[in-house]
């Protein structure tokens, strides 16, 4: 990959990696200073162990970005630089460059939704501006050895905005009309609706056909790798 190169000597020392950037440019920045780093190296600076797989362990390379860009949302249901409005969203990529799995964007409200609107969701909250860390992810790689890439901060144009408020105005109207179970995977042009759960047990309310609360599992959305493939394409020229 063209945009994997490695960080000069001169960047190879992280500085103060906990702290928050005070600055896009400073968060900008700091991203840069990554690059061309194996996630092993990365986390010995940070005295984190590495796993063999991620089988167990799905979120770490993402929590590890965190740690060491000094996000400060955690959990909470806020972008993950809250102060400079800008989510972190880490994409494991094959050597083309070609996103490998989708990317989870936020959890999607199935109850108390009337009256709520794209300008003011989550969604749309959280992809207002993302800064996209590549990371050469094929599963054949182990995972202290797979390599971050540059990075790239990101604004949804026109056109990406309205495909995806799109996408949302329809899954939400499935929503709320009681069809949360036939939404499917195939739902959806950039935007998708899936389950997103620990395990079957870990149910959640949400509206039945009849209007009648229904337990069923929690969802997330997530942005299908046709549309960030196509973000990473234009904005790397691959």
Known sequence: ???????????????????????????????????????????????????????????????????????????KPEQDFPELGVELKSIPVDAAGKPLETTFVCVAPLT??????????????????????????????????RIIGQPLLWTPDLEEDRLLRQDWEELMELISLGRVQEITARHGQVLQLRPKAANSRALTEAIGPRGEPILTLPRGFYLKTTFTGALLARHFML
């Not at 992280?14 to 780093?37: F, K």
């Not at 063999?52 to 590890?64: C, I, N, P, S, V």
């Not at 749309?124 to 790689?141: Q, T, Y």
């Open 1 to 75: 990959m063209s945009h994997l190169k490695a960080a000069p000597e001169s960047e190879q020392k992280l500085s103060n990696p906990i702290s928050r950037p005070p600055t896009i440019e400073a968060l900008l920045s700091r991203a840069e200073q990554l690059a061309g780093l194996p996630l092993g190296e990365l986390a010995g600076r940070l005295d984190l162990p590495v796993p063999a797989h991620l089988r167990r362990d799905k979120g770490w390379t993402g929590q590890l970005l965190e740690l060491a860009l000094g996000a400060s949302a955690g959990s």
């Open 112 to 145: 108390d939704i009337a009256g709520l609107r794209w300008e003011h969701s989550n969604v749309r909250n959280k992809l207002s501006r993302v800064l996209w860390i590549p990371v050469l992810g094929e599963r054949g790689i182990a995972p202290g050895d």
